[in-house]
């Protein structure tokens, strides 16, 4: 089943390299957003997963982060799979981004492109 896929990220270069691996590795429909506003605009195309970076204010001072963000979209579709995507390795972090309905948190690291493959493929 080709499942749609939001990418949400700020970081350009960051956000393509995800996209250009989900398509080498996946044969699912990804659509990138540089922020969480975006991705909320964008809510009516009825994404499958979508893969959300926690530090989505770095480029753009007054976009919202990305916990924001995830309470966004969890007050206007609870169903939607949110994986967490962050450089902050913190139980902390990742414990509030699960009790905030994140249904996986996953650290910016070598493995991490091929955790979110396995994620959107199963």
């Known amino acids: 089943m080709v499942k749609k896929i ?3 990220d700020d970081d350009e270069m960051m956000a393509m390299a995800l996209e250009d ?3 080498k590795h996946t044969l699912h429909e990804v659509h990138v957003f540089t922020t ?4 909320i ?3 009516r ?3 499958d997963i979508i893969i959300l970076d926690y530090n ?7 976009a919202a982060n990305g916990m924001k963000i995830l309470e966004d979209i969890k007050k206007l579709n609870k169903k939607i799979p949110v994986i967490l995507l962050s ?10 981004s699960i009790s905030k309905g994140a249904a996986q948190y ?9 955790k979110i493959v396995a994620i959107c493929n199963s």
């Open 106 to 114: 996953v650290i910016k690291n070598e493995d991490a492109f091929d």
């Open 56 to 62: 989505l204010n770095s480029k753009q001072k007054d």
């Open 87 to 96: 450089s902050q390795d913190a139980y902390s972090v990742a414990l509030q």
């Open 36 to 39: 969480g506003e975006e991705c």
């Open 6 to 8: 939001f990418v949400v």
């Open 21 to 23: 691996h989900l398509a």
């Open 41 to 43: 605009r964008n809510l």
């Open 45 to 47: 195309m009825q994404p």
